[in-house]
């Protein structure tokens, strides 16, 4: 799938600047997502991580976590220049900085 391959050249991508990811989340239940909508932390019912077309990052820059937008623009630069219905939740604005999905 070209989302799974987007996902891996961004991984590369990363390493080769100094950022360090681990997954955060990555599919997410209708359950999932109304508790998350409820409290705050989503906006939507229609999220991308139920469809397995969305994952969330944690960024490391010598061993520390940042969810910084500048720091990690270029990144987010780069997971849009890979595909056209690529969106990276840092240019967002309810900024999601370790969210990177696919649109169908």
Known sequence: MIFSANIADLIHFANSVGVGLTFGE?????????QYLATGKSRTLNSNHLKRLAVDFNFFIKGKLTYNKKV???IGDYWESLHPKNKWGGNWRFRDTPHFEMKE
């Open 26 to 34: 990555a599919y997410r239940t209708m359950y999932q997502q109304k």
């Open 72 to 74: 990690l623009q270029s």
